[in-house]
């Protein structure tokens, strides 16, 4: 039986529901790396009030409680998801997670299986 278990990094899935700000992707992505995780994939949009949805695939192996925490902080972040759960990445992942890279989601099933 193989213990590959531990080697993979974690995966997660993060909503932000942001003000709209000139340099909001540049803050957003610059607290992510500080908290030392990798940006699998990320996509924005634009809402009709004025806010930017904006969403992110990360992996890494620090605490995700802290990387929300310090997104949270940041003054145009309103709203903060977190979503960690295999399961739920899994799912998220079959309903089409948008603009998610295609070798990422032939590799999902798998990579939830191994968790």
Not at 52 to 67: C, D, H, P, R, S
Not at 105 to 111: E, L, R, S, T, V
Request: proline content about 2%.
């Amino acid at each position: 039986m193989s213990n590959n278990n531990h080697n993979e990094t974690p995966i997660a899935h993060l909503s932000l529901i942001c003000t709209s700000n000139s340099i909001l992707l540049e803050r957003l992505l610059q607290t992510i790396r500080y908290r030392g995780f990798q940006v699998l994939n990320m996509n924005s949009n634009d809402l009709e009030n004025g806010e930017t949805e904006v969403n992110f695939l990360v992996k890494g192996q620090a605490k995700l409680t802290t990387l929300k925490k310090s997104l949270e902080t940041i003054i145009d972040v309103q709203q903060c998801y977190l979503t960690d759960e295999k399961e739920k990445l899994a799912k998220l992942l079959e309903m089409g997670l948008s603009s998610i890279n295609s070798s990422f989601i032939n590799n999902a099933p798998q990579q939830a299986a191994n968790y």
